[in-house]
């Protein structure tokens, strides 16, 4: 079994019951082709909470930091993640990411760029609509409701996909892309944070 599979089987182990994650929409990713999800951001946890609710094995960027240790930086490539330089334009990485996509894989963003620190959804950094736009995507909202603190169940809600075509269409603009994701986002917030 390889290493993805292996560490994504333990997570649950550890995170399911810790946290009593319970997950809705997973019936909203498709099975195949390209897909984005776009995830609120309240915790260093949440990449490994999408890593072992969505169905599909998903890859991340993460902050360069974290590669410069070898056993660190290999292990996080071992479970699809890969390098971006913070603070400034990435080439490198844009082009990972797109290639991602192209391969009919799945990519994890957090649009917002850092964790939120009062849990309230921050602006969204055009990157997604970047992504969104330049690739064949299926564009997946993510809201990941409650707090790692909370003794209340962690939900994690993927929502409908964000109709991409019309946006397309009128020729919208990155940011303008990101603002649709993120009001997706915080459609998924608002109807599941009181319930």
């Keep these: 079994m390889e290493m993805y599979k292996i560490i994504k089987s333990l997570c649950k182990v550890v995170f399911y019951p810790k946290y009593r994650i319970q997950v809705e929409g997973v019936e909203n990713i498709p099975k195949e082709g390209p897909v984005l999800i776009c995830s609120n951001h309240i915790s260093n946890y949440d990449p490994i909470v999408l890593g ?4 599909r094995e998903i890859y991340f960027m993460a902050k360069e930091e974290l590669f410069e240790k070898k056993v660190i930086g290999s292990f996080l490539r071992k479970l699809h993640a890969f390098p971006v330089k913070r603070g ?5 990485a844009l082009r990972r990411a797109l290639e991602v996509l192209d391969e ?3 990519l994890g963003l957090f649009p917002e760029g850092t964790r939120s620190k009062d849990g309230t959804l921050g602006k969204g950094l055009a990157g997604a609509g970047f992504f969104a736009l330049r690739s064949q995507a299926t564009v997946i909202p993510c809201a990941i409701v409650g707090t790692y603190k909370s003794k209340d169940p962690l939900r994690v809600v993927y929502g409908k996909p ?3 075509a019309q946006l397309r ?3 919208a603009s990155s ?3 990101t603002d649709e994701i993120m009001e997706g986002i ?3 917030l608002d109807k599941n944070e009181h319930n």
Excluded at 52 to 55: A, E, G, L
Aim: glycine share 0%; net charge positive.
């Design 52 to 55: 072992i609710t969505v169905p």
């Design 104 to 106: 009919n894989h799945t």
């Design 169 to 171: 269409e009128r020729k």
């Design 88 to 92: 400034m334009r990435d080439r490198q």
């Design 186 to 188: 915080r459609h998924i």
């Design 175 to 177: 940011q303008e892309v």
């Design 162 to 164: 964000i109709p991409m």
